[in-house]
């Protein structure tokens, strides 16, 4: 690293760490050689990895980049993907192993072996082949968290056609463009979903989504609530009616390495959302690799639960090909967290004895909000490691979880990645990693991540930039869908020269190199020419112990040109936010960062505003701090929010 003018200031200093524990260390599957062994040779490396999958055709070279950014991984090679996450396991003997314990959100549940998903995604793939689907076409799936929408991907992948997925929560509006961007020829749901408690319609939902929709010939729904739902004549088919019936042998076939797997769309701030494309081998291969690792996954003894949604990345990744590609045993759970009571996801953990938990920043303080007493009522003690994705975790957060939910002793994996990278870029590894609250640290094996300022030269020890990956991996995205030049202009322009992917992410370096991420650059406020990170006011904030949650932006400042502007949510039994609190808020952060970090203002709220993913729209913030008529509200998970914050501000300097 050269010592070059940072690109963000370094404000905030955390110097906890918690070095491995020395019995977890001996058992762990990562060892510290793995980082050795991997830069010595990365494609030997990665070969080596994708050892773990069985392939049909073994590949003839590891990485093709000569038409970089377009990579090909394990070229030549063959293989299945569903064969490899379901029969590849009952083959070997493990059929009666539970693959998933279902919990549904009113209180019902099924628990499904490996032979018995092996069945239902023959019956599927044989029922999806029966109305036309084959290879290369585009299914999309818009259902809650069932077992059946699990099996319609694996089906999916089982014939070649490629799935895409749709948040459950998804207006129609946006179910209909993502339809039309693929051009989907069957689309998958349910008549409807059970949400807080209650059924909620889903069906009608698609129907109005689909009104003309050309490329659609097929509906397939499937039976979650029982409603009275209209089928229409000629294009929808009950699930059960068409898969039930059929015969639970289909022979998987052999698809290219490069043949495509699936489209994932994402909504960047501007624009419309991307298709995400993602391809078989290479991906499967960073899935399995990073699962095994990170979780430090044992097969047929860890039970694992990932709370996120099959419609985002982490659901794809890690709760469906990386976990069942492992062989895992894992909860997947229906419903809210508070659905009926607070204490849902410990009594679930206490119920199956869950010993690996993946979750986000956003849920953890949520927790914090309902309080410590809630998770002490369950005996969580299967709980061994603890991971965290989505955004920055603040450090208070991390200590939370470490000492309620991990007992002070699991390892917390801080795991920073995008849909675009298919699969775990940075985190500690367990039982290796010397862990330090806030800091994902150091790329993966095999992974290869940089900060550099605005030449592309690396910064130093202490300094802050924009987080590149210099190298291509085997789960990194094969293009958008339709649109090369999008493509090449989001992702590859900002640092083409070096030929550097950049992720749209803010970082540092701390003193000993591990990196800490800071937001996105988008987000970074310029205050009388510091860049300061909202990540790190925010933590600030977060780490007094009346606050639950905020939220920063910077706004046009006469003088400073950006005055930062917080929002904090206060915990359950906290003083309301008079003026003496806010004030002693202000001096806080400037305690914790410095007086260039004091907040202008800071306006006590009781929601911010989130995606459905769970990360804070700051932009939608940022409106309300300059005064402006708040922009589009259509991606929030909850679009009264805003009113609510503009009705019930309470400001003070
Ligand atoms: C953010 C989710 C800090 C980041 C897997 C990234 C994180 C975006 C972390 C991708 C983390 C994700 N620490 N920030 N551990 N994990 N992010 O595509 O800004 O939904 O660029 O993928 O989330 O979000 P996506």
Same mark, same amino acid.
């Given at each position: ?6 690109? @963000? ?8 760490? %918690? ?11 990562? /060892? ?24 049909? *055709? ?15 991984? %394990? ?15 009952? !083959?070997?003997?493990?059929? &009666? ?30 029922? @999806? ?36 997925? +749709? ?17 989907? /020829? ?33 509906? @397939? ?12 004549? #000629? ?26 797997? %699936? ?17 078989? #081998? ?20 860890? +039970? ?30 229906? #419903? *809210? ?15 199956? /004895? ?38 920055? =975790? ?38 290796? *990693? ?12 095999? =992974?290869?991540?940089?900060?550099? &300022? ?28 339709? &649109? ?51 990540? !790190? ?21 006469? *003088? ?16 309301? #936010? ?36 769970? /990360? ?32 019930? @501000?309470?400001?003070?300097?």
């Amino acid at each position: 690293m050269t010592e070059q003018s940072p690109a @963000l200031d370094n404000l905030l200093t955390e110097s906890r760490t %918690f070095p491995p524990n020395e019995n977890f260390s001996a058992q762990a599957n990562a /060892k510290a050689d793995l980082y050795a062994e991997a830069d010595a040779d990365r494609e030997g490396f990665w070969a080596a990895q994708a050892e773990r999958l069985s392939w049909d *055709t073994k590949w003839s070279q590891v990485l093709d980049w000569t038409n970089a950014p377009f990579a090909k991984w %394990f070229v030549g090679g063959k293989l299945n993907v569903a064969y490899n996450c379901v029969d590849r396991h009952v !083959e070997s003997g493990h059929g &009666d192993q539970i693959a998933i314990h279902w919990v549904g959100e009113p209180g019902d549940s099924r628990d499904i072996t490996y032979a018995e998903l092996k069945d239902e995604v023959s019956k599927a793939a044989n029922g @999806l082949a029966s109305i036309g689907v084959g290879a290369g076409d585009r299914v999309a799936i818009q259902c809650p968290m069932i077992p059946e929408a699990i099996v319609a991907m694996l089906a999916c992948a089982r014939i070649g056609a490629l799935h895409s997925v +749709v948040f459950g929560g998804f207006s129609p509006t946006a179910l209909r463009s993502r339809v039309d961007d693929q051009e989907a /020829k069957v689309v998958i749901t349910s008549d409807g979903q059970y949400r807080r408690g209650k059924a909620a319609p889903m069906k009608v939902n698609v129907d109005e989504a689909l009104e003309g929709a050309e490329s659609v010939e097929k509906v @397939l729904v499937i039976r979650r609530t029982g409603d009275e739902i209209p089928l229409i004549e #000629g294009r929808d088919l009950w699930w059960h009616e068409l898969v039930d019936g059929q015969s639970a042998e289909h022979t998987p076939e052999a698809f290219d390495s490069e043949h495509p797997l %699936f489209i994932l769309y994402t909504s960047g701030t501007t624009g419309k959302p991307k298709g995400i494309l993602h391809t078989s #081998g290479g991906y499967l291969t960073q899935a399995a690799y990073t699962h095994h690792n990170v979780f430090d996954h044992k097969a047929g003894e860890d +039970v694992y639960w990932c709370t996120a949604d099959i419609g985002w990345i982490t659901g794809h990744s890690y709760i469906v090909y990386g976990p069942l590609a492992n062989r895992t045993t894992q909860v997947v759970y229906e #419903g *809210t967290p508070n659905t009926p009571h607070e204490g849902r996801h410990w009594e679930i953990i206490q119920k199956y /004895k869950v010993s690996i938990y993946y979750t986000a920043p956003t849920l953890i303080r949520t927790f914090m909000k309902w309080g410590n007493e809630i998770p002490q009522k369950y005996d969580i003690s299967s709980l061994r490691v603890l991971g965290s994705v989505g955004e920055p =975790i603040n450090p208070e957060a991390w200590i939370w979880y470490r000492e309620n939910i991990g007992a002070g002793q699991a390892p917390i994996v801080d795991t920073w990645w995008q849909t675009e990278t298919g699969g775990i870029m940075i985190s500690p590894l367990p039982g290796v *990693t010397s862990t330090k609250p806030g800091s994902a640290q150091r790329a993966l094996p095999g =992974i290869s991540a940089k900060i550099v &300022d605005d030449q592309a030269n690396e910064v130093g020890k202490g300094g802050g930039g924009y987080l590149v990956l210099d190298k291509p991996w085997p789960g990194m995205l094969r293009g958008i869908w339709g &649109d090369e030049a999008r493509f090449k202009e989001t992702y590859w322009s900002r640092f083409a020269e070096q030929g550097y992917y950049f992720a749209g992410d803010g970082a540092k370096y701390d003193a000993d190199g591990d990196i800490w991420l800071l937001g996105r650059v988008d987000d970074v406020m310029n205050v009388s020419g510091h860049r300061i990170s909202t990540t !790190e006011v925010e933590s600030a904030l977060v780490s007094h112990p009346t606050v639950a949650e905020a939220a920063v932006v910077g706004a046009t400042d006469p *003088t400073t040109g950006q005055g930062i502007v917080a929002f904090v949510i206060l915990r359950g039994n906290a003083v309301d #936010g008079g003026d003496a609190a806010v004030q002693e808020l202000r001096n806080h952060v400037a305690k914790e960062i410095g007086p260039i970090a004091k907040p202008r203002q800071i306006l006590v709220v009781q929601e911010l505003p989130k995606t459905r993913s769970g /990360k804070i729209m700051r932009r939608l913030l940022r409106d309300v701090a300059e005064n402006r008529a708040v922009g589009d509200v259509t991606t929030l998970a909850d679009s009264s929010v805003m009113d609510l914050i503009s009705s019930g @501000l309470k400001s003070g300097k």
